[in-house]
Each structure stands twice: as C-alpha cells, then as structure tokens.
C-alpha cells in the first residue's frame, strides 16, 4: 500500500493542473507566494505549465534585474529558479544532450569558440523550446515524407510522447486539439528558435509562415535536389538572410542554376558584403566533378565575404578544377577565413601544371600579402593527393602564416611527398609559426620517410603539440626515432595507432623511452603488443606526469597485464584519467572488482576494461 500523499503535494498538482488547463486569470496569486513555496512550486511544473507561469509573470529576463537601480532581490531570486528548472526539464528530456547546429572544426573535433554562437547560452527557456520545437518538425518530416501525406505541415499532429513531455495530456476538448497541432507549437515557440534542422519537405511557403517569428541564425538543409525543394530554400534564405550566420546543405543536389539562385536569396551582390561565417556542403553533388567554371553568384559570395570564418565542401566527389579555382577565388579575396575543409573529394593534381611543378598561380601569389593570411585550420584529408602534390602544397602552405591544424591523412603521398614537405617545416620554424597540430594518417609511409620526418621535427626550433602517424605500415624499427622524439620534443599528443610495433615494437620503445615526457595523451591501440604493451604502459605511466589519456585498445594483453599496470597506476602519482583497455581479451573482468574501481576520476572509472572475453586470440605478432 502506498503512502497518501501530503497536503503540500495534493495542493501542488491542483495549482498545476489549473495552470496548464484554466484560466489565466485564476492563478495570478501564485506570484505572491513565499519564495519557497513558489520555488517548490516551479520545480514540479511540467514544461507547458512552467512556459505559462514564466510568461504572465512580472518579471521577463535576467537583464531587467542586473542594473545598478534593481533593488527587489526577490524577483531576482524568482528569474534564476525559473531558469534553474528550465535547466532541470532540459536535461531530464534529453538526457544525452541536443548537438546543436553549430558549426564544427572538423580537425580538431571541438565547436566554435563561444563567443561565435548564438547568444542563448545560459538561456535554458530559449534551449528547451528550440530543442522541442526541433523534436516537433522531424516528428511532422517523417509524416510528410510518406506517399500516402497530402496535407499541410501545419495541421499534423504532434505525437502524444512529445505532448506528454511538456505536460499536456488531457486530449478530449477541442482546446486540446489545436495544441496539438505543429502549426501552434510554432507560433508559440518559433520565437526560441535560432538554429534548426530542416528536410526538404520544410522548404515551402508554409514553413516560412510557420516560422515568421523565428530569427534563425543557423539552418542545416537536408535533401535539397528538385526546382521545387531549391525554390523553397530560397523562400526560407530570403526570409532570414538578415539575422543567418551559418548555413549547411547535406546530401543535396545543386547545379549553377541553384547555387545562383540560393546566393542571390542571400542578399550578396558585388558592392555588399554579406554576413555569412559558416557555409558548408557536404556529401552533395555540386556542379559537375571538374567545372569549366564556377557560378557567378558563387564566386561573388567568396569574393564577398568578409565575415566567412568557415568555408567547408567535404564529401562532394569535387575534382582538381574546382579544387584550383575555390583556392584561386580565395587567393584574391580580402575575407578572415580561418578553416578550410576540402577533405574527401578526388583533387589530385589541384597544385601542379601539366609538367609536375607547381602551379603558375600559386608561384605567382607569393609576397602579395591577400593568400590565407587568417586561415588556420586546412583539411585535405582523402584526396588522393600524390607526392608531386605536396610540392604545389608546400607554396600554397607558406601563404597560410596562421595555420594551426593541417590534415593530410588518407592521401598515398608515400615516404617522398613527406619528404617534399620537411623545406615547408623548416620555414615556418624560421618563422616562428603557430602551427601545433599535424594528421599524417594512412599516407602510405615507411618506417624510412617517418624516422626522417621525425628526426627533423626533434631538432625543430618549433615543436608540435599534435602529431598523428596512424595507420601506416612503419613496423618495430620506428621505436627508437619515436623515443628519440618523444624525449627532444614538447609533443603533448601523439597517436600511434595501427603502425605494427608488435611484442618487440613495444619492448623496444620502452627500452628506449627518455627519463621525462610532457605526453598528455598516446594513443597506441591495435598494434598486438601483447604483454610487452602492459609493461610499455607501466614504463610510461611513471615517466610521463602529465599524462591524462591512454588508448590501448585492441593490443591482445594477456591475463596478468591489468594487475601489472594497476600496481604501477598505485605507486603513481600522476594524473590519469583515461585507461583505455577495450578489445584485450585478457584484461576481462566478468564482475567490477576493486582492482578496477579503486581508480577514479570525477566519479568515473579510469580503465575502460572489454565487455566480453574473447578466447583463443593469439597476441604475438612479430614473425
């Protein structure tokens, strides 16, 4: 039998269910409640009833209270409890999160600076209802998209699971009814809406109605390929060019005809320059793969933009052509761009003339002080570039002064493309150039190219703070020079992943391995080190103070390692916080035990140990 609920309670739910079904005018008292009652009244709200309650109070936002002249510490009070359990709802709905439209640097997997984003941080009200109003439009996308819809976006439904969420149940008056409608989550929310996923069936004339009182500033578009769907873009672009700071197409279809339309819905014309700081196509077909040229509002809007801070076309199959002419449009354009991303299309020989040197317009731009003096992040990451590419590559690179992060991975440059780039290396150190993170991934190298490269970099003036060499065949031999590396540099990053150390890779390194490293974070999975990976990792742990991450996934230990490295992690005084020992059979621990949980950090395990056993692997990979 459960226990009756108490007075404070039962009153609590009548308050709530007659401010979300009654009118408002019977409520207005709640607002002279003692601050504690009112405080537990709003943290038992559902959102509909708080959205209510928020909206006729007498205070609006956080700003009408922080003047010097405010002196009623109550209403202030009332706002953050008000904004307190907003943030409660907001995380009890999505309890992994809600990825915002934000536009991402794609290298260093981190968002845009803060400063960059809409300013609704802290606004956990304006959050929610953008999240819902989000939830809503897909929910009314997967709707639309079905042969058998024939209606208006507006007038669907909203699911019961979605209504239920925010606290409104109660479905047999017609009230409800219109509720219920997409048309009315969108006037009543559409205000909090700043960043938005839209499919191609949004792109019409309705939806620019439904979202009238909406100030977008970030819009990912999905689908886009008919007339239809680009004539509806253009009503969307027109509608909010004005306050669109970044805008994203994906697995779109657009020709010249398109893209012309689209920039020219933009507003961007030759004597103003437009406000876009985010633009990216990616996994789309854009013109054909190698254009004769580009379009013309295309080109006005790189030649136009100011304010571009990121310009990204990944995925699109783009060819040489379009490679050379974005870069040639760039070359003369006064914007800040500061990333770059051209990863995963086909631009070998984007760099070089027919005769394998490289290009007339690159040579020609030195000293003209316009090329990339902001650029700071470029990715070329699966290109098929070839090793005649990276010496194009290394005049285009010193016009890029700024460069912090460079991707070259996924191309089979081989040991000579690397080779072409160590006179870029010896420049910039010269220079005193900021660049710290570098992608070498699956580039075809030996351990011949890499020992070069890396015996360059140990006596470089200037030090990497990221380096990654993964996936290339480099075998036991690269030991020493990584050891040799790791000692002489300032390196805080290093990923060594899949490069075939083996059993004596790994012994060898550690036989190696200087007294002191600054390393923050190694990543030496899938290289079958065995129980040499254990007593590597041991080595490490006790040479290295500022290590924070290990990844040493897939290296085959046997039974015995995760004792040999948890004695070294007590004697340690480091600060780990990060073990990561998934797909090594032998480290598996069928119930949790306190070897594993006298480690933590911030209230989470350190070591990451295997969900299942695996038996019968053999770890011993050397011949």
């Known amino acids: 039998m459960t226990d009756a609920p108490d007075l404070l309670s039962l009153c609590m739910k009548a308050i709530t269910e007659e401010i979300i079904h009654g009118d408002d005018q019977n409520w207005q008292d709640v607002y002279e409640l003692p601050l504690d009652l009112f405080d537990s009244l709003i943290t038992r709200l559902p959102a509909f009833g708080l959205q209510k309650l928020q909206s006729q109070s007498p205070f609006k936002n956080y700003s009408e209270f922080t003047g010097d002249g405010f002196k009623d510490g109550k209403k202030r009070g009332r706002y953050c409890a008000f904004n307190s359990a907003w943030e409660s709802l907001f995380k009890s709905r999505w309890s992994e999160g809600v990825k915002q439209n934000k536009p991402t640097d794609r290298f260093?997997?981190?968002?845009?600076p803060k400063s960059e984003q809409a300013s609704c941080n802290g606004d956990w009200q304006?959050?929610?209802?953008?999240?819902?109003?989000?939830?809503?439009?897909?929910?009314?996308?997967?709707?639309?998209?079905l042969p058998s819809f024939d209606g208006c976006i507006g007038e669907i439904s909203v699911s019961d699971t979605i209504m239920k969420s925010i606290g409104y149940e109660r479905c047999l008056?017609?009230?409800?009814?219109?509720?219920?409608k997409i048309f009315y989550h969108c006037q009543q929310f559409g205000c909090y809406a700043r960043c938005l996923k839209l499919q191609n069936v949004h792109c019409n004339a309705e939806t620019c109605r439904l979202l009238r009182n909406s100030n977008l500033r970030s819009l990912v578009l999905r689908g886009i390929k008919s007339e239809e769907h680009v004539n509806g873009t253009c009503m969307l672009l027109r509608q909010h060019c004005e306050t669109l700071s970044s805008l994203e197409f994906i697995f779109c279809r657009l020709q010249s005809t398109a893209l012309n339309a689209i920039f020219h819905s933009l507003n961007v014309n030759a004597t103003k320059k437009h406000g876009m700081k985010y633009f990216s196509i990616t996994a789309s077909s854009v013109l054909d793969s190698n254009p004769v040229c580009l379009p013309s509002g295309f080109l006005t809007f790189l030649s136009s933009g100011s304010s571009l801070h990121l310009l990204s076309f990944s995925q699109n199959c783009l060819g040489s052509s379009f490679a050379k002419m974005i870069l040639d449009t760039l070359l003369d354009a006064s914007s800040g761009l500061s990333i770059l991303d051209l990863s995963e299309n086909e631009i070998s020989g984007w760099l070089i003339s027919a005769k394998g040197r490289p290009s007339n317009f690159i040579a020609s731009s030195l000293g003209t002080g316009k090329s990339f003096l902001s650029l700071r992040v470029l990715n070329l990451r699966g290109n098929d570039l070839q090793k005649d590419d990276t010496k194009g590559l290394t005049y285009a690179l010193l016009q890029m002064p700024n460069l912090e992060n460079l991707d070259l991975?996924?191309?089979?440059?081989?040991?000579?493309?690397?080779?072409?780039?160590?006179?870029?290396?010896?420049?910039?150190?010269?220079?005193?150039?900021?660049?710290s993170n570098v992608k070498i991934e699956d580039c075809k190298l030996s351990y011949d190219g890499v020992a070069d490269l890396l015996n360059y970099l140990s006596t470089s003036k200037k030090q990497l703070n990221t380096l990654s060499i993964a996936d290339n065949n480099l075998g036991r031999q690269v030991a020493k020079s990584l050891a040799n590396y790791l000692g002489a540099s300032c390196i805080k990053l290093l990923n060594i992943e899949n490069i075939g150390l083996g059993p004596s890779g790994f012994f060898e390194l550690r036989e190696e391995l200087p007294k002191e490293m600054r390393l923050a974070c190694i990543n030496i999975s899938k290289n079958q080190g065995g129980i040499e990976t254990a007593k590597f990792i041991v080595e490490l742990i006790s040479?290295?103070?500022?290590?924070?991450?290990?990844?040493?996934?897939?290296?085959?230990?046997?039974?015995?390692?995760?004792?040999?490295?948890?004695?070294?992690?007590?004697?340690?005084?480091?600060?780990?916080?990060?073990?990561?020992?998934?797909?090594?059979?032998?480290?598996?621990?069928?119930?949790?035990?306190?070897?594993?949980?006298?480690?933590?950090?911030?209230?989470?395990?350190?070591?990451?140990l295997p969900s299942c056993p695996v038996a019968g692997v053999l770890y011993d990979n050397d011949p």
């Open 108 to 112: 260093t997997e981190q968002m845009i």
């Open 543 to 608: 040479r290295a103070p500022e290590l924070v991450a290990i990844d040493a996934a897939h290296n085959f230990m046997p039974s015995g390692s995760l004792e040999t490295i948890c004695s070294a992690l007590r004697l340690s005084k480091g600060r780990l916080e990060q073990l990561d020992l998934t797909e090594n059979p032998g480290c598996y621990q069928p119930t949790p035990t306190s070897i594993v949980t006298d480690f933590q950090c911030r209230g989470r395990p350190i070591i990451i």
């Open 126 to 145: 304006h959050l929610y209802w953008e999240a819902h109003l989000q939830s809503c439009l897909d929910e009314a996308a997967e709707a639309a998209l």
């Open 173 to 180: 008056c017609h009230i409800s009814c219109t509720y219920s």
């Open 409 to 435: 991975s996924d191309n089979p440059i081989g040991d000579d493309g690397v080779r072409n780039l160590v006179p870029y290396f010896a420049k910039i150190s010269e220079r005193d150039s900021p660049l």
